[in-house]
């Protein structure tokens, strides 16, 4: 089966940088726009940023200017390098993918979620 794996969640104190990667494995036509959410505890999933298989990539106004998302197509990954990181992008960062199991049908996945705090 399709599934999503983050990696790269970690503490840091803030200014400090982080890169989260995903990866996508299982059986598989092609990943269509691959995208990161992050949650607090209390609150809503939130969408942080988003790139499209072309590379039109779409921000939260919270990290612009701070964070970049990034793919490689033919590695099924994305990246969000995230850098002068605030106490406030503490939150479980999940991996959101839609994905073409075959040439007709496409699906929405999840990863696992990693954690990122940023603390002093």
């Known amino acids: 089966q399709v599934q999503l794996v983050e990696s790269g969640g970690d503490f840091v104190q803030p200014g400090g940088s982080l890169r989260l990667a995903c990866v996508a494995s299982?059986?598989?036509?092609?990943?269509?726009?691959m995208a990161w959410y992050r949650q607090v505890p209390g609150k809503q999933r939130e969408l942080v940023a988003s790139?499209?298989?072309?590379?039109?990539?779409t921000y939260a106004d919270s990290v612009k200017g701070r964070f970049t998302i990034s793919r490689d197509n033919s590695l099924y990954t994305s990246t969000l390098q995230m850098r002068s990181l605030e106490p406030d992008d503490t939150a479980v960062y999940y991996c959101?993918?839609?994905?073409?199991?075959?040439?007709?049908?496409?699906?929405?996945?999840w990863g696992q979620g990693t954690q990122v705090t940023v603390s002093s």
């Open positions: 959101n993918a839609d994905i073409w199991l075959t040439r007709s049908t496409v699906e929405n996945y």
């Open positions: 299982g059986r598989f036509f092609m990943t269509s726009t």
């Open positions: 790139l499209t298989r072309a590379g039109t990539p």
